[in-house]
């Protein structure tokens, strides 16, 4: 059977988003579902990991149709170089010139639901003649951007065809939303749209028990929503290699903001080196670091042992997180952060190193690390707390014990995860 599948997000995008249907699609076939994957031609990503294109299975198909979407512009009004990247929620947190504000006003109040909807109108004319040579079985779309929904929503009702929709963050809940300066018809429009969507697709899979939660109180079937986490490829690991390190080392992967609130553990780290309680360390950020993040380290007795790298290629990335000895992971500090069960968990799991989880509330990723045996989670009151664990690890360290991970993480391997969503598709009706 053939299934279309929607996404933006697609090498050589980087980041753990692509990750999510760049393995789906490569595990599909095992269960006798052939996906044709729907991209856009020339998207502006904001994180690229061309070595990801490596990874895409040769038993797919992919269409492809040009997106215009409003970045430069943006930019421009900004003030930020045409070269540079802008990660989610960060167009709101930029210095606010008169210019600025009127940018951020138009993010939030013309382009509903998010600047990638210049792709909708386009995309529904291509696909409605492009479908035509061959049967499907299914659509399914995947957010965000949320727009890439209503491509699906209008295809879905132009073939008659049963429509999942992927929810991998929240809509109208998502934790920078207040941040865009909606008005009271632009807000009420996004979330008609978001009712909409949900109301009318046959099935909606999301990311983590929290999402399902808030996306229940939004749908009227509440039989139709069901969790299928992000998680870890085992032959990527066993494909990379183990980077070697002398000293101590931690390390973070992927973007890391102002917003996430990670300074509780700076603090920590910096009174233990302060103190002479730890030596000879290394504090790996790795990925897309704000501009206060890096400040924080520069003034700080953290800047003599920590390397910030950009963006590593996905192999190398986990080559890091092998051959460190301590994972800090550190979700966003905003209240409605509910939901987010960042992807990077799954790999943090899977490369058998103790984590180091940073957050306000209890939330799933402490479950998850809890069920695991893989380390402690902190809340960011805790500043004792964290530097007891670290001192911890690092006598392990020093001892020569060797962590290892459980056999309870295996459930969030790609495939036993695809497989689940392979029952998904089969039994899904219009």
Known sequence: MNVLIITYYWPPSGGSGVQRWLKFTKYLSSFRIQPVVYVPENADYPVVDKSLTEEISQNIEIWKYPIWEPYQLYKRILGISKDSKLQSGEVSKVKKSYLQQWAVWLRGNLLIPDPRKFWVFPSVKFLKKKMQEKKFSAIISSGPPHSVHLIAEKISSFF?????????????????????????????????????????????????????????????????????????????????????????????????????????????????????????????????????????????????????????????????????????????????????????????????????????????SEEIIRDCQAGKTFYRHNLQGIKNFILSVYADYKNGKIFTKTDACKKYERKYLTEELGRIIRGIRV
């Open 160 to 364: 008659n065809l049963p429509w999942i929709v992927d929810m991998r963050d929240p809509w109208t809940d998502v934790f920078y939303y207040k941040d865009l300066k909606h008005s009271f018809f632009a807000k009420n429009w996004d979330k008609k749209l978001e009712s909409r969507v949900l109301n009318k697709a046959n099935h909606i899979i999301t990311v983590s028990k929290g999402l399902k939660e808030i996306f229940l109180s939004k749908v009227e079937n509440k039989n139709k929503i069901t969790v299928i986490t992000n998680g870890y490829d085992e032959e990527d690991f066993s494909a990379s290699g183990k980077k070697s390190f002398s000293e101590f080392t931690i390390t973070y992967t992927g973007q890391l903001l102002h917003s996430y609130n990670p300074y509780p553990f700076f603090d920590a780290l910096n009174n233990l080196l302060q103190s002479g309680l730890l030596s000879t360390i290394r504090l790996n950020l790795i990925g897309s670091m704000g501009k206060e993040i890096i400040s924080y380290i520069e003034k700080s007795s953290l800047k003599k042992v920590t390397v910030i790298t950009k963006n590593l290629p996905h192999l190398e990335s986990l080559s890091y997180l092998k051959g460190s000895h301590l994972l800090f992971l550190c979700v966003p500090e905003p209240e409605n952060a509910k939901g987010i069960l960042t992807g990077k968990i799954f790999e943090y799991l899977a490369s058998g190193k103790p984590i180091l989880n940073l957050c306000n509330t209890s939330l799933e």
